[in-house]
């Protein structure tokens, strides 16, 4: 089955630099989250998109933003980057739709940011 | 409140039963879920309970859930080296789908 991808698997930036993460969620998949996982941290969640809009906001810095593309995929894109960007970024999709009840995200693998 | 609490180390012989533990401050979460992260990999879901259950068993896993309490358990039978791993527990509070983890708990087997 189809998962998660992220691109790309590792980048390595220096500081006051910008990068671009991408995502593409599981196909059929209408919702895109972006978590921030930290050395030896828990994931923290920083932005997720519905239907290509905005649906909620976490611990996103202000030189972050994110969107949605017509394509379901996502981007991430940091500017001013800082040493304590370095993180693993993690794409999450799953399928919301209207009604409630169980709306299991999925992983992606993580992109892998060193900020020198 | 959203902090998810969890003890940081467990350490157990393969073939033992492993419990991790956790405790959730937010009531409203709706399902409360559990994740595996082996080194350097990415978030497996391993299970999930909805908040109106007390227990739900998925082959070597049981998930039992304290909702007066707010404590949240996995056993894992017959751990298995393969089992080594952070385990994390996450709940998605009322009216939002984002996800809160836990702060991890890295389960050691020794063979």
């Known amino acids: 089955a189809a998962g998660v991808i992220q691109s790309p698997r590792h980048l390595i930036k220096e500081k006051r630099e910008t990068a671009t993460l991408k995502c593409y969620p599981i196909?059929?998949?209408?919702?895109v989250y972006w978590y921030q996982q930290g050395p030896g941290q828990d994931p923290q969640f920083l932005i997720s998109?519905?239907?290509?809009?905005?649906?909620d906001k976490g611990s996103i810095p202000d030189r972050f933003s994110a969107q949605q593309f017509s394509d379901y995929h996502s981007e991430l894109n940091m500017s001013s980057l800082e040493l304590g960007d370095s993180a693993l970024y993690f794409c999450?999709?799953?399928?919301?739709?209207?009604?409630?009840?169980?709306?299991?995200?999925?992983f992606g693998p993580g992109t892998r940011l060193l900020v020198l | 409140g959203e902090d998810v609490e969890q003890s940081l180390f467990l350490s157990v012989r393969e073939g033992d039963s492993s419990v991790i533990n956790c405790t959730y401050t937010?009531?409203?979460?709706?399902?409360l879920y559990w994740y595996k992260q082996e080194p350097g990999a990415g978030l497996q879901l391993l299970t999930y309970?909805?908040?109106?259950?007390d227990m739900k068993q998925d082959q070597r896993l049981t998930v039992l859930l304290n909702k007066k309490d707010k404590h949240l358990s996995l056993r894992i039978a017959d751990t298995q080296t393969g089992d080594s791993a952070i385990y994390f527990c996450?709940?998605?509070?009322?009216?939002?789908?984002?996800?809160?983890f836990g702060t991890g708990t890295l389960l050691a087997v020794q063979p």
């Open positions: 999450a999709s799953s399928l919301v739709g209207t009604s409630g009840g169980l709306k299991t995200q999925y």
């Open positions: 196909p059929r998949h209408d919702t």
């Open positions: 998109f519905y239907e290509k809009m905005q649906s």
């Open positions: 937010d009531s409203s979460s709706t399902y």
């Open positions: 309970i909805f908040s109106n259950m």
């Open positions: 996450a709940e998605t509070p009322w009216a939002t789908n984002k996800l809160i």
